[in-house]
């Protein structure tokens, strides 16, 4: 009040012209802080905007992976089945024959769910006539794969058919490479003949493929929280769960079999907020395996894998994964595209 009375009789002591002065001073002063206030507060809707618009190109290109990798899953899977450590090169001599005269149809026949022609003739007529097949020498090499030279001769074909044909060979889910080719063309019309020299990639190490669960809430085993199905554009429309706590703390898990010990790894994508750590529980043992993934809890979509190792076991034996622990009351989780394999 004493600030105000003594601001009030100095005012009374300026003249007309002083105060209209002054009312002028303190007017552009206000106008000055409202135009500093303004220019920061658009500053700061700018740097808002420019996050908003990072974060909305993440998740839509997290989408967009995540729409593709079961397809790409399902494409390697396909041909993983065509290799395998285990075969002879008499097994491998004969798939390629099989596979080499499959794609000399006009329609080849479909693979079945192992990879492999039910049947190799059918009736729609050759493309090329059947191959001929030379003896075929197998290498083995240090890096992971062998290799099955063999040569091929194809007779009297018309060129634009052992183009395709080859273009076939090209795309084969058994890793088929044409090294040399060699074409002789008759004098008496446009046929020609072929020899061919072809490589047959076999990876003797081939990653199992992914086992995606723990889709649904009632799968999971609760803890201490609430669990409903969600969904969000980052980690797909289907097969989210959110996870709250439901008190100080929450756990929850999904019972998973395994049936054969070694090393083996969880994936997974996560939207935290708060405190949240994934671990992976061996109930035989009553213990957490080594490795676990502390989540990040900005509220952005993550991915994480964690590898664990488990004690070879006769028969099999259950584990929790992913074994999820909410550390704090605010805690909230949002799970999607869990899966799991064995590592060769």
Same mark, same amino acid.
């Given at each position: 009040?004493?600030a ?15 105060q ?9 002063a ?10 920061? =507060?658009?500053?700061r809707? !700018? ?5 908003i $618009?990072?974060m909305?190109?993440?998740?839509? !290109? ?6 593709r #990798?079961?397809?790409v ?8 089945a065509?290799h ?9 001599l004969?798939?390629? @024959?099989?596979?080499?005269y @499959?794609? =000399?149809y ?6 079945n769910?192992?990879?492999?022609a /039910? ?5 729609s007529g050759?493309?090329?006539? +059947?191959p001929?097949l030379?003896e075929?020498?197998?290498?083995d090499?240090e890096?992971?794969? @062998? !290799?099955?030279r063999?040569?091929?001769r194809?007779?009297n074909?018309?060129?634009?058919? +052992?183009?395709n %044909?080859?273009?076939?060979?090209? =795309?084969?889910?058994?890793?088929l490479?044409?090294?040399a ?12 003949t072929?020899d061919?020299q072809?490589? #047959?990639?076999v990876v003797d ?9 723990a @889709? ?5 085993v609760n ?16 097969g989210v ?8 703390k929450?756990?929850? %898990? ?6 054969d010990?070694?090393a %083996? !790894?969880?994936?997974?994508?996560a939207?935290?907020q ?10 035989r =043992?009553g213990?957490n395996f080594?490795?676990e993934?502390?989540?990040?809890? /900005?509220?952005?979509?993550h991915? %994480? #894998?964690?590898?664990f ?11 929790? $994964?992913?074994f999820?622990? +909410?550390e704090?009351? /605010? ?12 590592? $060769?």
């Open positions: 009040m004493n105000l009375r003594t601001a009030g009789e100095l005012w009374r002591k300026l003249s007309a012209r002083e209209r002065l002054a009312a002028l001073i303190l007017a552009l206000a106008v000055l802080v409202c135009v500093v206030a303004l220019r920061r =507060a658009w500053d809707i !700018e740097e808002l905007d420019s996050a $618009m990072l909305e190109d993440a998740i839509i !290109e997290s989408a967009h992976q995540i729409s #990798r079961e397809a899953e399902a494409e390697y899977g396909e041909v993983a065509q395998s450590s285990a075969w002879s090169a008499a097994e491998i004969d798939r390629l @024959r099989n596979e080499m @499959r794609l =000399a006009n329609v080849p026949s479909p693979l769910e192992a990879g492999v /039910d049947r190799v003739e059918n009736d050759l493309l090329v006539n +059947l001929e030379g075929g020498v197998l290498e090499s890096e992971g794969f @062998r !290799e099955y063999i040569g091929v194809i007779s074909v018309p060129l634009h058919a +052992l183009i %044909y080859l273009e076939r060979l090209q =795309a084969s889910p058994q890793s490479r044409v090294d080719l060699e074409m002789k063309r008759n004098f008496l019309d446009d046929k020609v072929a061919i072809i490589t #047959r990639i190490r081939t990653e199992a493929p992914w086992t995606y669960f @889709r649904q809430p009632e799968q999971w803890k201490g929280c609430q669990i409903t199905a969600a969904s969000h554009a980052a980690l797909g429309s289907e769960v959110r996870v709250r706590a439901s008190g100080p929450g756990a929850c %898990y999904v019972p998973v079999t395994l049936e010990g070694g %083996y !790894e969880l994936e997974f994508r939207v935290a708060g405190a949240a750590t994934v671990r992976v529980y061996d109930e =043992a213990r080594e490795g993934a502390q989540l990040s809890g /900005d509220g952005g979509p991915g %994480y #894998r964690i590898e190792a488990v004690p070879a076991q006769a028969g099999p034996f259950t584990v929790r $994964m992913p999820l622990t +909410l704090t009351p /605010d805690s909230e989780v949002l799970l999607g595209g869990i899966a799991y394999r064995r590592k $060769m």
